[in-house]
């Protein structure tokens, strides 16, 4: 069966300080890879996507990049964090349809919460 | 872009009543997805539904797609307190890589 996971589940970071979340999945290959931020009480933000390796799209400008160096895995980093980068971060999987195209629903990682101070 | 509009926000309700979540898209899709999300916990899928006028049910859970497949809607029936959480939903359109989330619903069961 397929298992997605996400480290760490939860870190505070001080501003200007790096960061790197990873995230794998086991039991598919070739999935769609996703990084979402939630903030506290608020909706999911798409932050990357990738549909294969070294292959990502950026869907908002930040400070924030996403690297994919194997095939089932996905990483999220920043340089320099900053407040405005607390949340709740969330990598998820699907698989592919035509075209590369998302054929079902996503599949979440436990998430890693991040304060910034 | 696609946006996917969903409304309440919050919805509070009395155990035993009824609750009702509403997804409007600006374009048409291919498919709408329904997660939740349990408070302190990741989302979680519940269904999805592709077809024009499909009705899905899950035990007290009714999921409906729009005729037009520019909306949809999670009702609840005899809300009970393990149905507190974020309800989201997700919709696609054809040609995209991904779905677009709705904001959410937060139900809140009151005993």
């Known amino acids: 069966s397929q298992t997605i996971h996400q480290w760490p589940a939860t870190l505070v970071q001080p501003v200007g300080s790096p960061l790197s979340l990873e995230c794998t999945v086991e039991?598919?290959?070739?999935?769609?890879l996703y990084w979402y931020r939630q903030a506290a009480g608020r909706g999911l933000q798409l932050l990357f996507y990738?549909?294969?390796?070294?292959?990502i799209s950026s869907e908002v400008p930040q400070n924030l990049s996403a690297s994919r160096p194997q095939d089932r895995q996905f990483i999220l980093s920043s340089k320099k964090l900053l407040l405005s980068d607390s949340g709740f971060y969330l990598c998820?999987?699907?698989?592919?349809?035509?075209?590369?195209?998302?054929?079902?629903?996503?599949?979440f990682g436990e998430g890693s919460r991040l304060t910034v101070l | 872009g696609q946006q996917v509009m969903q409304i309440p926000q919050y919805q509070h309700v009395q155990e035993g009543e009824d609750f009702t979540t509403y997804c409007n898209s600006s374009?048409?899709?291919?498919?709408i997805q329904w997660y939740k999300q349990r408070p302190g916990g990741h989302p979680v899928f519940l269904i999805q539904?592709?077809?024009?006028?499909e009705v899905k049910k899950q035990k007290r859970l009714t999921f409906q797609f729009g005729e037009a497949k520019k909306n949809s809607s999670l009702h609840i029936t005899a809300t009970q307190t393990t149905d507190v959480g974020t309800y989201f939903c997700?919709?696609?359109?054809?040609?995209?890589?991904?779905?677009?989330f709705g904001r959410g619903t937060s139900l809140i069961v009151h005993p």
């Open positions: 539904l592709v077809k024009s006028g």
């Open positions: 990738s549909i294969g390796i070294d292959q």
């Open positions: 998820a999987w699907s698989e592919k349809g035509a075209g590369g195209r998302v054929a079902g629903e996503l599949f």
């Open positions: 997700a919709g696609q359109v054809g040609g995209s890589y991904i779905p677009t």
């Open positions: 374009t048409t899709l291919s498919n």
């Open positions: 039991g598919t290959s070739n999935p769609n």
